[in-house]
């Protein structure tokens, strides 16, 4: 999966192509998402373990873009827009 090289807005989740990362972003735009929550969504739409190399690649491609980080002090992950 190939992402922009852009800040995420509204638009660029809205017309990224893959159903499944739209749902990863979305889920994470509020209030974020529990590690559990996380791990579910990664097997439920990518058949994906936590601790595979194609989740730690997706989750650091996301990180390396600022569009999806984990935030110690809240104990979840979260979108972040801009």
């Keep these: 999966m190939t992402l922009p090289e852009v800040p995420l807005s509204m638009a660029v989740l809205l017309n990224l192509e893959s159903p499944q990362l739209r749902r990863l972003l979305k889920q994470g735009l509020r209030r974020g ?32 873009r600022g569009w999806f980080l984990w935030h110690p002090e809240a104990k979840c992950w979260k979108t972040h827009l801009g």
Excluded: I, T
């Excluded at 989740?55 to 990180?63: C, D, I, K, P, Q």
């Design 33 to 64: 998402l529990l590690q559990a929550e996380l791990e579910q969504l990664l097997h439920a739409d990518w058949e994906l373990d936590k601790d595979s190399s194609e989740a730690r690649a997706l989750l650091a491609s996301l990180a390396d």
